[in-house]
């Protein structure tokens, strides 16, 4: 259960990352906040797609216990 859950949480991050990377500024109708990345788009969006990536490749490699 623990390694479908890093699978999901990883290619969450890397939607997230890739998203901002493409799409710096949003705008949270929920919450009422403007965010914005200009400056750091590309760092952080890499950053969150190599962290990402970590958390497939680690849960993928893990072994199965029974």
């Known amino acids: 259960m623990d390694?479908?859950?890093?699978?999901?949480l990883g290619f969450s991050l890397?939607?997230?990352g890739s998203w901002i990377v493409f799409?710096?500024?949003?705008?949270?109708?929920?919450f009422n906040r403007y965010f914005d990345f200009?400056?750091?788009n590309i760092p952080?969006?890499?950053?969150?797609i190599v962290i990402g990536i970590l958390f497939i490749w680690t849960s993928l490699?893990?072994?199965h216990r029974s």
């Open 61 to 63: 490699k893990k072994k």
């Open 3 to 8: 390694r479908i859950i890093s699978i999901l």
């Open 38 to 40: 200009t400056g750091y």
């Open 23 to 30: 799409e710096p500024r949003f705008y949270s109708y929920k």
């Open 14 to 16: 890397v939607f997230l």
């Open 44 to 48: 952080l969006g890499i950053a969150l």
